[in-house]
């Protein structure tokens, strides 16, 4: 018999490698692609050879098993049934009774719903079809008929796929047909008679006329592959968590008061006739209004917050998968998958849903992050392993069918079909428990530290303000002449002004200032190409001091053309040089003899992961850059038909997938005299130092030096032209596997391929022409301008990464080492070569792995692109990981940080602008909100003091109108501020710089010091000087007036001023692209005139005319000159000044905040409940502990460094 047709039947099946296990489906008529019949098992002959070709070809082998039946590692969650001693003819009926098949379907208590589904035209329920999974019972898949009963009941066909036309499904398919067609097909494979009109008995056809959405009743019955979007937080809820600040509720509580007294001394008092009614509860009422005002902004802008990552985490968790519907493969959402779909299995695809693997080759998963199992599991599939329990089979290591959603593939390649999505999966009911808030970035955590230690010193002066006061009121209360009511509102008066100035304290606006830029930048990112998976990567990569990139895609276009080739002695090709002497491609093609044509288009099609396909309703190849250009290559040159056809004419009896250690690929398949060819293709130079023969015209002659010295020129000669060099190479045997290549286990799978690729024939190499991307080269050369190392990470040869390095502006003469002596460097030797190291060639992804962490060692901060599945170490070491979103596999994407969805190094340029952009803003937002602090605090303190009845020149409303502008609006409009061309002008921060650099505390102070000296010189001596200016009324208010009118406005114009953090001059630079900020300050400067002209009674001001009017904006507008004045101040005098000033004043605050803050760690610790149901919960609590208490010390570290 001859080997079965493995190439027909993946092109069939829509497998992008020939498929071992495929269930034949000749002979039944009524299966198309519109209408889902189930296939017909091939005769039992054929089924086992289809299973392992290699042993039937050795029938002395007792083993019958496929390429992924035999695991090395156990599988601790395979429930297995006990065996049966029924022989091969058992089936699933006589294996299990009915009260067995009840018990391995039972509901799992809670569970009871998802079993029952009303018009249900599929024989399982979605409880049902889970039951295999968690954990994985093999009982639960007989009970369900294995794969025979899942195609019936599922309604589906494990060849073809469901059908794109399906609606609403006519009739039904109850429990026991679908189990009655199992038996039915078993008995059929085992020889033991049945009609094969029975197993067609069912009507899976659809119908468009109850519904016309497309698989209106699969989505009915099973759902769609997503979660149940998560409940934002309501607004209404954001406000109550916004209003619990215990600050506020304090505030809140003296308005009340504040407010009932004003009401009684307005109402409940008795008053002479012509007595004007005092107002004082208007006070209150506008405290009041003004939490309610804070409230409501800040929940407003927590709300817009969380919708911005609803729909960020939306497109982060969509990716295509390769799935067969109707016979085709096609490419769709991984949200548009749904139960009954046959979906593609490759190395480095993150498994989407739960389902039963129905053929493939060596495929073994990863499933640590769903099952905990650490371990590669062996998958093997489902009718092997039915088959091996019908024979008595009981090692777990071989039975194992379970594709397990989340898990990892990470070699392999096969199909599955699927049987539970979304919530009904194993790992979205994993996900679904495991749904938390969001964690806190790096930059917001030193944040709050920073707004603890403000807040712990506002308090301090509120405390200390409440203090004066208070003693002050209690000694003049004997001689005060009020009411008690008048002595009750005095003493509020003093106390809300003390609250009031604990809130302006508080800069609650530091953490929001950091949300809103990250919330801003992330958006904006996914815009321009970069979807951002972990936030705290977007703040990072503003400090990345190097870039590790890949070459592929990133550097290049990834449109991958063939432009030369050699082979043989004399026979080559050349697209790419323009002149006289060059042979093109058509006449090399048309002087080829079918001899060669034909090994060449074996070489390439055989061994190609790649297949047709259709890509915007054009035909295409599909699969790698690389393959699809080789295979372009032999249809067009070589005159290769239909790649279904070559692979049919030449069945594929072993393969193996690309290695990334050997840089090659192989396949093996029979040819016509018997023998066995394995075919490899890869890295040229390494398969020239693997050859001992060559290819040529007449046969195969040895490969002496002269003739490896020859072409290793050529090699040598594509690479310096920027060219990516393919060889092609074979070797014969006379029987598979080898003798001399078979492990002792006698397992195909498991073969020494150091000895296969060994002695090989040369046939030829093809230089393959990627161009580099437009932009690349300006975008490498802003990089380094901006202070940041580029360097490349390439799998070529050193010739060519060396070329293309060049042309990209990467090399510009520093050191190119390869990968094979990059990694024998000692320590010494790394830290030697790693500053001037500028291309990595023939680097492997440990190589990459090996790079980025010995760069980071150095004090580097590390960025680097990866778009293989071994890039995941990589990718997960290094402070920001890029992955590919074209090119990249679904394990890379999980390891990386960012997600370039254009593959181009030119964004990851963008992503340096907006880290930078945001880590600016958090600055700008700083270097803003300690000014107006410490303005508004002194200047509460002192005037407070100073006045006979302790009045503030600022109330209570006042400086909540303030806090408003300092923590909500300033944080929009300077959180929003896009990068510039100019922000890549300077080199990255340091890491271990202070948050608040010394150019920041020389304007925060010096802007102080200006507003504090305006205000107090209107405060004390505006009458003296402004004289008539103030009127003949009440002076005093009139003076308040502008005092408090002329700090707003300063506030507004040093907003202006915080633009910048340097020392330059223009803060009006690009601010015509921030509509954002615009607005704000439009929005603030309306109101702040609204409030001068109408807001007299709530905020205790009186309408100010013109000249005021211009005083206090000229006033405020001079602190833009005064901003130049203190530009001009050096830096390095300004540094000497504050720390000799400063210097008592953290030798008192150190101890002091040290004393409060383990006072605050054991208050909480005692509130922390004493005992916990869980063991292992105790072990998180206890380890939570000890990283609170090294948080505890580092914040302390970062405090007293701030």
């Not at 300690?930 to 020149?953: K, M, Q, R």
Request: proline share 5%.
């Amino acid at each position: 018999m001859s080997p079965p047709d493995f190439h027909q039947q993946a092109h069939d099946r829509g497998l992008s490698v020939p498929e071992i296990n495929v269930i034949s489906d000749s002979g039944d008529s009524h299966n198309d692609c519109d209408t889902v019949v189930p296939s017909i098992p091939p005769s039992p002959a054929s089924r086992e050879r289809s299973l392992s070709a290699s042993n039937a070809d050795f029938p002395g082998r007792k083993r019958s098993l496929s390429g992924s039946t035999v695991g090395t590692a156990s599988s601790t969650h395979l429930v297995l049934p006990p065996p049966s001693s029924s022989g091969a003819s058992s089936s699933t009926a006589s294996l299990m009774s009915k009260g067995d098949i009840e018990d391995a379907l039972r509901p799992d208590p809670g569970t009871e719903a998802a079993f029952n589904v009303e018009r249900n035209p599929f024989a399982f329920s979605p409880g049902q079809v889970s039951k295999p999974f968690c954990p994985k019972s093999l009982e639960a898949l007989y009970a369900l008929g294995g794969l025979p009963g899942l195609e019936r009941g599922l309604r589906t066909s494990l060849a073809s796929g469901i059908s794109v036309n399906e609606t609403t499904l006519d009739g039904t398919v109850s429990f026991d047909e679908a189990i009655d067609y199992s038996r039915k097909r078993r008995r059929l494979e085992a020889g033991l008679g049945g009609e094969k009109h029975h197993l067609n008995s069912v009507n899976t056809s659809h119908s468009t006329v109850s519904s016309s959405e497309a698989f209106a009743d699969r989505i009915r019955v099973f759902k769609r592959n997503v979660l149940p979007a998560k409940k934002p937080t309501p607004l209404w809820r954001l406000m109550w968590q916004a209003y619990n600040d215990r600050i506020l509720l304090l505030l809140t509580g003296a308005a009340v008061i504040s407010l009932a007294l004003g009401l009684y001394e307005t109402l409940g008092i008795s008053r002479e006739p012509g007595e004007p009614m005092p107002v004082d509860w208007v006070e209150g009422l506008a405290i009041c209004i003004a939490i309610i005002v804070v409230v409501l902004v800040g929940s407003l802008n927590d709300y817009q917050k969380e919708r911005a990552f609803v729909k960020l985490n939306t497109k982060k968790e969509d990716r295509q998968v390769k799935v067969i519907r109707s016979g085709k493969s096609i490419m769709t959402s991984v949200h548009d998958i749904l139960v009954g779909d046959i979906l593609h299995l490759e190395p480095g695809d993150l498994v989407p849903a739960d389902g039963i693997f129905i053929s493939g080759h060596n495929l073994k998963c990863d499933e640590s992050s769903a099952t905990g199992e650490s371990d590669q599991l062996k998958k093997t599939g489902g009718d092997q392993v039915f088959r091996l329990y019908e024979s008595g089979h009981s090692d777990p290591h071989d039975m194992d069918p379970f594709i397990i959603s989340g898990s990892k593939v990470l070699e392999g390649v096969g199909q599955y079909v699927v049987t539970s999505v979304g919530v009904n999966s194993s790992y979205g009911k994993i996900l679904m428990a495991m749904r938390t808030d969001m964690v806190p970035t790096p930059l917001q955590v030193k944040l709050d530290g920073l707004a603890t230690a403000i807040g712990k010193l506002g308090t301090a002066a509120a405390c200390l303000l409440l203090f004066v006061l208070l003693i002050r009121f209690l000694a003049n209360l004997p001689s005060n002449p009020s009411s008690g009511a008048e002595k009750a509102s005095q003493f509020m008066e003093l106390l809300i002004v003390a609250i009031t100035v604990i809130v302006v304290a508080v800069p609650e606006g530091l953490p929001l200032a950091v949300t809103l830029a990250l919330a801003f930048a992330t958006t904006r990112l996914v815009k321009q190409n970069n979807l951002v998976r972990v936030l705290k990567s977007c703040e990072t990569m503003g400090n990345a001091t190097t870039v590790c990139s890949d070459k592929t895609g990133t550097l290049t276009q990834n449109r991958m053309t063939v432009v030369a080739g050699t082979f043989g002695e004399d026979m080559s090709f050349d697209d790419k040089n323009r002149t006289s002497n060059e042979r093109r491609s058509t006449a090399f093609g048309s002087d080829l003899s079918k001899e060669w044509k034909d090994l060449l288009i074996e070489s390439i099609a055989i061994n190609s992961t790649a297949f047709e396909g259709e890509e915007d309703g054009k035909p295409t190849f599909i699969g790698s850059k690389t393959e699809t250009a080789l295979l372009a290559f032999a249809r067009d040159v070589l005159g290769m038909g239909p790649v279904s056809e070559e692979r049919s004419s030449a069945p594929m009896i072993y393969f193996m997938p690309f290695d990334s250690g050997r840089k090659c690929m192989g396949a093996v398949y029979r040819i016509q005299n018997g023998n066995y060819r394995f075919l490899v293709k890869g890295a040229s130079e390494i398969l020239l130092g693997f050859s001992s023969t060559l290819r040529t015209s007449s046969g195969t002659t040895d490969l002496d030096p002269y003739q490896k010295e020859k072409l290793d020129g050529v090699i040598r000669s594509y690479a310096e032209q920027s060219l990516r060099t393919i060889g092609l190479v074979y070797r014969d045997f006379a029987q598979w596997p080898p003798a001399e290549a078979t492990p002792p286990n006698g397992d195909s799978e498991e073969l020494a391929l150091d000895r296969l690729l060994a002695n090989m024939t040369f046939v030829g190499v093809v230089g393959i022409q990627d161009p580099v991307r437009p932009g690349v080269p300006q975008a490498v050369a802003k990089c380094i301008d901006a202070g940041v190392a580029v360097r490349m990470v390439t799998g070529d040869n050193v010739v060519t990464a060396k070329a293309i390095a060049t042309e990209c502006g990467i090399y510009t003469g520093g050191m190119v080492l390869e990968g094979p002596k990059f990694r024998t460097l000692n320590d010494q030797e790394m830290k030697d070569v790693l500053p001037n190291l500028q291309v990595l060639a023939r680097s492997s992804p440990e190589d990459k792995r090996i790079l980025v962490t010995k760069l980071r060692e150095l004090g580097e901060v590390v960025a680097v692109t990866g778009d293989g599945t071994n890039d995941g170490p990589a990718l997960k070491t290094a402070d920001i990981g890029f992955s590919m979103g074209i090119a990249g596999t679904e394990v890379a994407k999980e390891a990386s940080a960012i997600i370039l969805m254009d593959d181009n190094f030119a964004s990851i340029l963008t992503a340096l602008m907006w880290g930078r952009a945001v880590n600016d803003a958090v600055r700008k937002f700083i270097q803003f909100q300690l000014t107006v602090n410490i303005t508004a605090v002194i200047l509460t303190f002192v005037s407070a003091v100073s006045n006979d009845e302790g009045h503030s020149v600022l109330t209570a409303v006042q400086l909540l109108w303030i806090n408003l502008i300092m923590d909500s609006m300033a944080a929009l409009a300077l959180a929003t501020d896009p990068p510039t061309e100019q922000i890549l002008d300077r080199k990255p921060i340091p890491r271990s710089a202070p948050l608040i650099s010394i150019t920041m505390w020389k304007m925060i102070i010096g802007q102080a010091m200006y507003q504090l000296a305006i205000t107090f010189v209107l405060f004390f001596a505006g009458e003296q000087i402004l004289g008539d200016i103030l009127g003949n009324e009440d002076r005093q208010l009139m003076l308040n007036s502008m005092v408090f009118n002329t700090f707003v406005w300063m506030q507004i114009f040093n907003e202006f001023n915080n633009r910048r953090l340097d020392n330059r001059f223009n803060v009006f630079q690009g601010i015509h692209r921030n509509y954002l900020f615009i607005g704000i300050t439009c929005i603030m400067v309306g109101c702040q005139i609204a409030i001068a002209f109408v807001g007299g009674q709530a905020f205790s001001i009186d309408r100010i005319d013109g000249v005021q009017w211009a005083i206090c904006i000229a006033l405020a507008a001079f602190c833009l000159l005064w901003a130049i004045l203190v530009r001009l101040f050096p830096d390095p005098l300004f540094e000497r000044i504050a720390k000799f000033v400063g210097r008592p004043f953290v030798f008192v605050y150190r101890p002091l905040n040290r004393w409060t803050h383990k006072l605050g760690n054991k208050i909480r610790r005692r509130k922390r409940p004493g005992s916990l149901r869980e063991g292992n919960i105790m072990d998180s609590v206890r380890l939570s502990d000890a990283h609170i208490g090294n948080k505890e010390r580092m914040d302390d570290i970062e405090r007293d460094r701030v």
